[in-house]
């Protein structure tokens, strides 16, 4: 089955056929001014426990989501990441879609018992709003992915997602997880590395994180490079099409 690429990262596309994927929150971080951990001078003896809410929806239209409470729990300091008891909050089997979204909301509460609402009193309350929607295509297949997402710089989560396309062929699959680019981080200049024939010609393009090509060739080969010099350093994705498959990596500038 072949996957055609994208050029925008931020709007689904339908070529993936039947999805399984896990999504899965394993830490959060907040800067809010938790008081339970004293620290001068955000706190002035008020209880401002950080709360957090996220949400996981798919291209499908499912959703799941799980609230944090942290009533009394001086181990969430300002702007610490804390490890939490591993919590899935996305999980389907089957399903058509091309993307993961994460939404996310927070609020500081003032209350004696913590809830998962804001009430009357509570402390920068920040709405539901998407933070980050991710493309499976950015996402390595059968692998997991460890990404970090956070809602207006305030509240933080560390996110591993899984998927697998259910129709990929063998031969795909071998592909995708013998796709590499190295070295990574790179000053620019990088080559690729996969369980093909060091003759096999293949093609790449370059997309940068809002979807811009900045780099396309054709009838490459493994021993070739690839020259990103110039570009400004941050994060970029590598399309590879070989066998009828695209392969995806992403790539870090310095």
Do not use: H
Not at 248 to 254: A, D, F, M, P, Q
């Amino acid at each position: 089955m072949k996957k055609f690429l994208f050029t925008l990262l931020l709007i689904p596309f339908c070529s993936f056929g039947q999805i399984s994927y896990s999504v899965t929150v394993i830490k959060l971080k907040a800067k809010a001014d938790d008081c339970d951990g004293a620290i001068f001078p955000f706190c002035s003896g008020t209880i401002q426990d950080p709360t957090f809410n996220i949400w996981c929806l798919d291209g499908a239209g499912n959703e799941g989501t799980n609230c944090w409470t942290f009533d009394d729990d001086a181990s969430i300091n300002y702007n610490i990441w804390k490890d939490i008891l591993d919590v899935q909050i996305g999980s389907q089997s089957n399903v058509n879609t091309s993307y993961i979204q994460i939404d996310m909301a927070g609020f500081e509460s003032d209350q004696a018992f913590t809830s998962c609402n804001s009430n009357l009193g509570d402390d920068e309350p920040i709405d539901r709003a998407m933070v980050q929607q991710f493309p499976l295509s950015s996402l390595n297949e059968g692998v997991v992915n460890t990404v970090q997402v956070s809602l207006n710089d305030v509240y933080f989560a560390e996110l591993e997602i899984e998927w697998y396309d259910l129709y990929a062929s063998q031969d795909e699959l071998s592909l995708l997880s013998s796709f590499i680019v190295y070295p990574n981080p790179t000053n620019g200049v990088f080559k690729t590395s996969m369980n093909i024939e060091d003759s096999q010609e293949f093609s790449v393009q370059v997309l940068d994180m809002v979807g811009r090509k900045i780099y396309a060739q054709e009838n490459m080969i493994s021993s070739d490079e690839i020259n990103l010099s110039g570009n400004e350093p941050g994060k970029y994705f590598i399309y590879l099409e070989v066998n009828g498959a695209i392969l995806v990596e992403s790539i870090t500038l310095k």
